[in-house]
């Protein structure tokens, strides 16, 4: 007998591999893990010889699916930003509210104030309910410190929640997020004195697996982002880039020119964007909570996206302003009822792609040598999970292997 962790028995699996099923479902199904790697997994009836053995649990009949990914979120940082929803509400638009001193720059002050300890406390029950949900890698930017030193310290609080929490962080300096007051009118200053500077030290730290940037009119130019691109590749550092959320600025072009791991929000993204994602190999990353805070009306072009064979991955953007949710079910569900995204594509976007977005080969899928990283669930059919609202249906978590 072959020397196994478990064999997991008496579950559907929905494998989330191109296998030509639906959701690869494959009923009546066995999967074997052995050192927090999946050794096997397929129809029951199909078990190796060398499993017959092993030590076997059973899942009662339960739908299991790889542990959920939530590949964009901003979800360490200070304070709140209540009273500016209620703003928003009052008729201010996103861009006015950030024009006027609030938005990304408000969250700044907050950030800057908190300590290591604090932004981990405050981060950890926003982790908590991403996990309570089935989520087992989740990216963390930086972004609102917009100095050297609270930039760092984000990234350190990033990095510590995988030793506070069973989970797989990746993280992604952000510096290019938004211009600080006191750069206002300078932000190629910025860039130079500030956001690159921060980007070499995060990286000799080894604080740093991906980089981001905001290509909007509110934030930075492509010009300016391409500047922070040309470190990170020096850098040997993949990229990924805020784009074409509020206006078309050619971000996400700029972005597949870089080979940019996605290409994130992309509302007003054009048919030339979607063609040089395409070739690019550059994943779509949907954001439907800032879509839905924002009471946006101009949604992604998903037919333009699927027409071109572009990856479309979906994320909660958990942020204190235009995205405070953390809910990758709910995710799920506004993406097929706001988008008309169907529910084998949410959760294609929330398993596989999502993993494609983050540049990681070794989970998103129910195959053999992928990490065994599952989330069981108490459904009959995959389409549940995007379906319910406000119903968390998981039943347990796998983490490397372990329940």
């Known amino acids: 007998m072959t020397d196994l962790s478990t064999l997991y028995v008496d579950l559907t699996a929905a494998t989330m591999t191109p296998n030509g099923e639906a959701y690869g479902l494959i009923p009546n199904a066995a999967i074997a893990t052995k050192g927090g790697r999946i050794a096997w997994a397929g129809p029951l009836p199909d078990l190796p010889a060398a499993y017959e053995g092993a030590a076997r649990t059973s899942l009662g009949g339960r739908l299991v699916t790889p542990g959920l990914i939530d590949c964009h979120t901003h979800i360490v940082h200070g304070g709140d930003r209540a009273a500016e929803f209620e703003m928003r509400l009052n008729g201010a638009s996103y861009e006015e509210v950030a024009r006027a001193g609030g938005g990304i720059v408000s969250t700044v002050t907050a950030t800057r104030a908190a300590d290591l300890d604090d932004l981990i406390a405050s981060a950890l029950p926003r982790v908590d309910a991403l996990l309570a949900e089935g989520v087992t890698v989740l990216e963390i930017k930086s972004g609102y410190g917009l100095d050297r030193e609270t930039e760092l310290r984000m990234m350190r609080a990033a990095r510590a929640i995988e030793h506070q929490r069973p989970v797989r962080v990746l993280t992604t300096f952000l510096g290019a997020h938004a211009v600080p007051a006191e750069y206002k009118g300078r932000p190629d200053a910025y860039i130079d004195e500030v956001c690159i500077p921060a980007l070499r030290a995060a990286h000799a730290e080894g604080l740093v697996d991906a980089v981001d940037g905001f290509c909007e009119g509110i934030a930075f130019l492509p010009d300016q982002i391409a500047r922070v691109f040309d470190v990170a590749q020096e850098l040997g550092l993949p990229v990924k880039l805020h784009a074409e959320q509020l206006s078309n600025l050619g971000g996400a072009k700029l972005a597949a020119r870089y080979g940019a791991l996605s290409a994130d929000h992309i509302e007003y993204l054009d048919e030339d964007g979607v063609i040089a994602m395409a070739g690019a190999g550059t994943i779509a990353v949907i954001l439907p909570g800032a879509f839905y805070t924002l009471r946006e009306t101009q949604a992604p072009p998903i037919a333009a996206l699927r027409q071109h064979g572009v990856p479309m991955a979906l994320a909660s953007d958990c942020n204190p302003g235009s995205s405070p949710m953390t809910s990758l079910l709910l995710t799920m569900n506004m993406a097929c009822t706001l988008f ?38 108490d459904v009959k059919t995959p389409a549940e999970l995007a379906y319910r609202i406000g119903f968390n249906p998981a039943h347990s978590r796998i983490f490397g292997g372990i329940s």
């Open 340 to 377: 008309r995204m169907t529910p084998e594509e949410a959760l294609t976007g929330v398993t596989r792609h999502a993993a494609a977005a983050l540049g990681l080969n070794d989970c998103g899928q129910i195959a053999a040598g992928m990490r065994a990283d599952l989330a069981v669930w």
